[in-house]
Structure formats: structure tokens, C-alpha cells
């Protein structure tokens, strides 16, 4: 069975500060993908990073950088000198060979404040 | 500027009542997804269709819930009678899939929020 688990539930930083948000997940797959989705509070899904379990390089986006480690079955993402406007709930989720997200995790809510 | 398209943004409605939830993909994407979202259960996968035909519903109530495709630019989902426990935010995403069944990622609408009294 697929799992993703996100076990912070809420963050709260001050803006400026490094915040990052952890995911682990379980699968049985060979081929998988892994997602991190942004929900603001307007309420869509904003698609931030997919990559696929054959990929383990790191990646930087700006101030946005993922950490996946097959090792340890982890999909981390770090949010560098946060913002106010970094402030949503954020959705780490687990794909089959198809390459979309079926499983999600509950989400981390992250409150950045100035 | 390409984006999904959910129609409507709010639906309040009475149990009982049917609800058809809109959905207009990105204009040549050839697969649509309908999640959905709730406190308790989180984000769910209900349905996708590749090329208009459903691949899979399994996550979807059969006995009150129906998905479509009328055509490329239009999908629905029908929830008839509706229940209180259906209220959710329920999410469109469209893709595109290639010859070896692998999608690009997934663009979201931004969700049909339904409230069912």
C-alpha cells in the first residue's frame, strides 16, 4: 500500500527565518513519482515539484529546495528566508509509474509572520 | 495564460438535490483528474479519464456519483442525491499523457466547494 506521512501538522516561523517541511513515505513501487503541492488560503493547488524515484539529485528553485532520499524513503522541502506570502497549507503526495499524484499526505500548515 | 477551469466556485445545496460540478480542462490536455478534499480524509483521487474514456473510478462512491466527458473540453461530476457527508472542496486537474501512459504534472482548478445542508 501507498503512504505519504507528514507528520508536522502546523509551522509557525518568523519571515526570514529557514523552515523545512518533512515527508516520508512508503510504497512497494520501484517506479514512483513524489509531489509537493502549495494550497494558499485562497484555496488552490499550486503545483510546486515533481520528481521521479529514479531522480535523486537535489533541486533549488529559487528559494525553494527538496531533499529526496530513497534511504531513508524522505521528500523534504526547504523554504529559504521565508516570506509572509510563503504562508499555506503544503501537500507532500505519492504517484505510481503513471507519474500523477494519487496519495497525499494531511498537509503542513506553515504561518510565516513578520 | 492556460488554466483549468471549475464551475461553480460555491454550490449550497439541500440533501436530496442533484449537483453537477464543471470542469474545462487546459486546451490540449488529453487526461482530467477529480479529486477531492475534506478535513477528515484529506485529498482523495475519485476518477480520472485519459482521452475522454474513464481509466479509473474506484475512488469514487459508484451509487451516487457519476463522471463524464461530453467532450474534450468539458468534464462533470454528478453527485445525485447529494448527502450532508459530500461536502467537500472537489478539484479538477488536467494533464497530458504520452504513448507510454506517462503524464506531465497536473494542473489544478481551483475547486468547486460544496456544501450540502
Known amino acids: 500500500a501507498q503512504k505519504v506521512t507528514q507528520a508536522q501538522t502546523e509551522i509557525s516561523v518568523v519571515e526570514k527565518e529557514d523552515v523545512t517541511l518533512d515527508c516520508v513515505y512508503e510504497t512497494r513501487d520501484t517506479t514512483y513519482y513524489l509531489f509537493w503541492y502549495k494550497q494558499p488560503p485562497s484555496g488552490e493547488l499550486v503545483f510546486l515539484i515533481r520528481?521521479?524515484?529514479?531522480?535523486?539529485q537535489n533541486e533549488i528553485s529559487g528559494r525553494y529546495s527538496w531533499n529526496f532520499q530513497k534511504s531513508t524513503s524522505s521528500f523534504n522541502f526547504t523554504i529559504t528566508a521565508s516570506q509572509v506570502v510563503d504562508s499555506a497549507v503544503y501537500f507532500c503526495?505519492?504517484?505510481?509509474?503513471?507519474?500523477?499524484?494519487?496519495?497525499f499526505g494531511k498537509g503542513t500548515s506553515l504561518l510565516v509572520t513578520p | 495564460d492556460a488554466r483549468v477551469t471549475q464551475t461553480p466556485r460555491h454550490k449550497v445545496t439541500e440533501m436530496g438535490q442533484e449537483v453537477t460540478m464543471r470542469c474545462q480542462p487546459i486546451l490540449g490536455h488529453n487526461t482530467v483528474f477529480w479529486y477531492r478534499q475534506t478535513m477528515m480524509q484529506g485529498l482523495e483521487l475519485l476518477a480520472y479519464f485519459r482521452n475522454r474514456a474513464p481509466l479509473d473510478d474506484s475512488g469514487m462512491p459508484k451509487d451516487r456519483f457519476s463522471a463524464e466527458m461530453p467532450d474534450a473540453t468539458l468534464a462533470t461530476l454528478k453527485i445525485q442525491p447529494s448527502e450532508p457527508r459530500d461536502s467537500a472542496v472537489y478539484f479538477c486537474a488536467s494533464g497530458l499523457a504520452n504513448d507510454r501512459d506517462e503524464y506531465t504534472e497536473a494542473f489544478f482548478g481551483q475547486g468547486t466547494r460544496l456544501t450540502v445542508v
Open positions: 503526495a505519492l504517484g505510481r509509474n503513471s507519474g500523477y499524484a494519487l496519495n
Open positions: 520528481r521521479n524515484s529514479f531522480d535523486e
